[in-house]
């Protein structure tokens, strides 16, 4: 089973760390750790019990930085002991302040990080060695993420979830953590999630409606009769229930049906393109790569080993 250290010090951030537990936890395909430099850290509101050390930062597979903090002095042995894990091969990942310690160990430097937006200039600042990118949920750098602040960092477990597992299980923890697998932003990740409609807005039938139909060639009136309501009408739902247009959520919906069999078939790109809904196979590609921030192939050969 994945190995999940999450590591806890004193002024932790209480969501920061809960997101990682819980979102690991409710796929029941990792085994989650608290581990840290001390066997109780203290919280704002709390104190928290540690159970492992630093020593096991040795024996897992992915490590978890949450946000602590500001001005928290990081202790020498952390910073070796993630050095250590890296050079193991260890997976490692941080949520929003999580960033400053994870920098610390210089093992993000040269790289392109993000952190919460408050946060970003001074994260600039402190380690001029790397590219601070405000305006981004996550940056997957393969061994080393990182992401922004709050309910970013569920969208980064997600997404190394989705990595490990496909996304059928990501999609599951989505489902029970009741939020939306696609939030619009300045985003340009390697993946990009399932368009959930809100549950219990007043577009979620016909979203659900357009996803189940997303293959046909849906006009704007089409989605506007279903809704039953005025085109005009339908874009101003839409705006503020999805903060997108029906044909931007058109789009993405067939994006994501094509990362689907992109992941669990070998059919042919041109294939999925006209089963999706896809006009030509070069418009699929083109629309592909805009919202996937990556080819069709090249989605192909990252995930569809998760189904081997």
């Not at 946000?67 to 952390?78: D, E, F, M, T, W």
């Not at 200039?121 to 981004?136: G, M, S, T, Y």
């Not at 809704?227 to 503020?240: C, I, K, V």
């Amino acid at each position: 089973m994945h190995e999940v250290a999450v590591v806890v010090m004193d002024s932790v951030v209480p969501f920061d760390f809960a997101v990682g537990v819980d979102a690991f936890n409710w796929t029941g395909r990792y085994r989650v750790r608290l581990c840290g430099p001390k066997r109780t850290v203290k919280s704002e509101l709390f104190e928290l019990k540690v159970p492992h050390g630093l020593e096991s930062l040795s024996e897992v597979d992915t490590i978890l930085l949450p946000g602590h903090a500001p001005g928290l002095v990081i202790p020498k042995r952390v910073i070796e002991a993630l050095r250590q894990a890296a050079a193991r091969g260890v997976r490692i990942a941080s949520i929003c302040s999580g960033a400053f310690v994870f920098a610390a160990t210089g093992l993000l430097d040269g790289l392109r990080v993000t952190t919460h937006w408050l946060a970003a200039a001074e994260l600039q600042a402190r380690h001029p060695a790397i590219r601070v990118d405000p305006d981004v949920l996550y940056v997957d750098n393969g061994q080393f993420l990182t992401s922004a602040g709050a309910a970013a960092g569920l969208d980064l477990c997600l997404h190394m979830i989705r990595r490990d597992h496909g996304s059928a299980v990501a999609a599951d923890a989505a489902r029970l953590a009741v939020m939306p697998l696609e939030r619009e932003g300045g985003q340009a990740q390697f993946i990009v999630t399932p368009p959930v409609a809100p549950q219990g807005a007043e577009l979620e039938p016909v979203l659900r409606w357009m996803e189940a139909n997303a293959a046909d060639d849906l006009t704007l009136q089409d989605v506007a009769s279903r809704a039953g309501m005025s085109t005009r009408t339908l874009n101003r739902r839409f705006r503020e229930q999805t903060g997108t247009t029906p044909l931007q959520w058109l789009h993405r919906a067939r994006v994501r049906q094509a990362q689907h069999l992109l992941e669990t078939t070998n059919q042919p790109v041109e294939l999925i393109a006209s089963k999706v809904g896809f006009g030509s196979a070069t418009a699929f590609r083109d629309r592909f790569k805009r919202i996937a921030g990556t080819s069709p192939q090249s989605y192909r050969a990252a995930f569809r080993g998760c189904h081997n």
